[in-house]
């Protein structure tokens, strides 16, 4: 289970860094501002965690279906809700990193 999440934790974090670092670098040549980049930051982190989620969904998977306990959950749910929760991490991270640096004379 550990190196499921672990795997999830990358798949986000690599989506996540990926598009950090895109929008970043276009809010430090001007081409966007730092208000517009964030809200693509934030769009671009939505579309990561839905196809990170995806990936833990399909990889949790089991090839044969067991029946699960009485309050037991799925290894897939909990991947789902674990690349959510990494996804929100990095989103607030990203938004909170995205600004212009003051240019010196």
Request: zero cysteines; proline letters at 2%.
């Amino acid at each position: 289970m550990f190196g499921y999440l672990l795997l999830v934790a990358l798949v986000t974090l690599g989506l996540a860094a990926g598009s950090f670092f895109l929008i970043h670098s276009l809010v430090l040549q001007g081409r966007i501002s730092a208000y517009d980049g964030k809200g693509y930051f934030m769009v671009l982190m939505f579309v990561a965690v839905f196809i990170s989620g995806g990936v833990a969904w399909f990889v949790g998977q089991p090839a044969v279906p067991v029946d699960l306990a009485e309050g037991e959950i799925a290894r897939s749910s909990v991947g789902v809700l674990f690349s959510v929760a990494v996804g929100i991490t990095a989103l607030a991270l990203g938004l909170l990193n995205i600004k212009l640096q003051k240019q010196f004379l």
